[in-house]
């Protein structure tokens, strides 16, 4: 199962534990330790004991204090039970805090009834020692399928200004994605991104940390996940072409009165276009149309005007090796839209799903990229 989004929530804050399993992520990691105050540690660990135990569709990772607190073996014992998928170890620095955390689980899983290495164990990186120690952290134990980077204490281990741009994380980042392959394992999960309103930036750092070899990305608020996904979701469908241009408003230098897309995958091929040229004889102004060619036939919906001269909206076409079929379509409800604003509401998938309008999205932003040069 791929990690692309993995979600944090506070292991002590109920109405977040119960909203979070529901936020699309693949992962989601109840927090013991940066969440939740020193007061509250020790109760916080039956709370997600209990809403891990509860059905739910993406795993479910319990975020432990670090080996260095009086609190991490307790954490353990508390949380390595049946329903718990895994084990998040923060600030590790060495292979021997994994074989240690490692030796306590097995014995943990025996004593409990659970198979032998049923809970995953997942390191994150966030010191300068970890930085040096990765190639060791990543063989350590079997246990430990893929790595985790955290950059918040990373840059503040080493004196660094974590900045919007994050050029100064792309040694650490090459380093843990090198070590992994390395070790075998499988490509790390990237840090979260902290700053919820830069989301230019956040959907950069995204594509970043996927174009340089991580699987996924750490989060922090239910809206990063969708992005997210989409992201590390592989596509199908490229951006061929793309062009925006004024061909007849030349008064209008800076007005773009034609774009066209093109469109290309391995099951078929689009082309987009919008422009600003409805001839003067049309009865109408503008016309929109949609044509679906196969190898067979074509379907074709002409929304505002048949040049063949009949009245009305939404005239089909439909044309086959055996027939040529008019179908006026004027008085049939259209409920795409009205399910598209349901799905907005309720977050529910019934127009389409999430992961194909965001992937629509970023192809056209794409486009829009491509096309501005």
Not at 361 to 368: S, W
Request: hydrophobic letters at 45%; one cysteine or more; glycine letters at 8%.
């Amino acid at each position: 199962m791929p990690f692309r989004a993995v979600l944090f929530a506070p292991g002590d804050h109920a109405r977040k534990v119960e909203k979070v399993f529901d936020a699309g992520a693949d992962a989601v990691i109840l927090d013991l330790e940066d969440a939740v105050a020193v007061a509250r540690k020790e109760a916080a660990r039956a709370q997600v004991v209990a809403a891990l135990a509860r059905p739910r569709r993406p795993l479910g990772y319990v975020r432990v204090n670090a080996m260095s607190t009086p609190f991490c073996f307790g954490d353990i014992q508390a949380v390595a039970v049946p329903g718990v998928d895994g084990i998040v170890l923060p600030m590790v620095e060495a292979a021997d805090q994994l074989k240690t955390v490692d030796w306590l689980l097995a014995n943990l899983e025996r004593e409990r009834g659970l198979e032998p290495g049923a809970i995953d164990l997942l390191p994150i990186v966030e010191t300068a020692r970890g930085h040096r120690a990765l190639g060791e952290i990543a063989r350590a134990t079997p246990r430990v399928k893929r790595l985790a980077f955290g950059a918040g204490d990373y840059t503040l281990d080493l004196g660094m200004r974590w900045t919007l741009a994050e050029t100064e994380l792309a040694p650490v980042r090459a380093a843990i994605v090198m070590e992994s392959r390395a070790a075998g394992i499988e490509p790390p999960i990237d840090t979260v991104f902290v700053h919820l309103n830069a989301e230019a930036e956040f959907l950069a750092s995204v594509a970043n940390v996927r174009d340089i070899g991580f699987q996924g990305k750490l989060c922090i608020h239910p809206k990063q996940v969708g992005p997210i996904i989409a992201a590390f979701t592989p596509s199908e469908a490229e951006i061929a072409h793309a062009e925006i241009a004024n061909h007849n408003n030349p008064d209008h230098p800076n007005f773009d009165d034609f774009g066209e897309i093109v469109l290309r995958s391995p099951k078929g091929h689009g082309y987009i276009r919008l422009d600003w040229y409805t001839p003067d004889a049309l009865p109408n102004w503008g016309d929109g149309r949609l044509t679906i060619l196969g190898t067979e036939g074509y379907i074709e919906l002409r929304k505002y005007v048949d040049i063949a001269g009949r009245e009305g909206t939404d005239h089909l076409f439909l044309v086959n090796k055996t027939r040529c079929e008019y179908i006026d379509c004027k008085d049939v409800p259209i409920t795409y839209f009205q399910a598209l604003m349901t799905d907005i509401r309720d977050r529910s998938e019934t127009a389409m799903k999430q992961s194909h309008a965001f992937e629509v999205t970023r192809l056209a932003l794409l486009a829009q990229q491509m096309a501005s040069g």
